[in-house]
């Protein structure tokens, strides 16, 4: 079982930064593939970023790549996703998720979100 819990979101104007973290409890944090994830109202939800257990290998997805940032202390029970450059269109609610699998095939645990709000 894991607990995930989100905080950094806000109210940012565009081309601003926000770091986002996601503290997780219990023991094997490390067992987990990390993602972020966003939803906005009246839309499908989307996937952000990714990361492997290891924090050696990332992913994300077109929208964000090149702006957005994520990694991971293990140590801490913590994965971050740092953004760059915010556009209005990042306005959702963002989730951190943890995947057994090695493909991220399946999410099982996750937050309860923290929005984030770009002001044009």
């Known amino acids: 079982q894991v607990q995930l819990v989100e905080s950094g979101g806000g109210l940012v104007q565009a081309g601003g930064s926000l770091r986002l973290s996601c503290a997780a409890s219990?023991?094997?944090?490390?067992?987990?593939?990390m993602g972020w994830f966003r939803r906005v109202p009246g839309k499908e939800r989307e996937f952000v970023a990714r990361i492997s257990r290891s924090g050696g290998i990332t992913y994300y997805s077109d929208p964000v790549k090149g702006r957005f940032t994520i990694s991971r202390d293990n140590a801490k029970n913590t994965v971050s996703l740092q953004m760059n450059s915010l556009k209005p269109e990042d306005t959702a609610v963002y989730y951190c998720a943890a995947s057994p699998t090695d493909w991220a095939t399946r999410y099982d645990y996750w937050g309860q979100g923290t929005q984030v709000t770009v002001s044009s």
């Open positions: 219990g023991r094997t944090f490390s067992s987990y593939v």
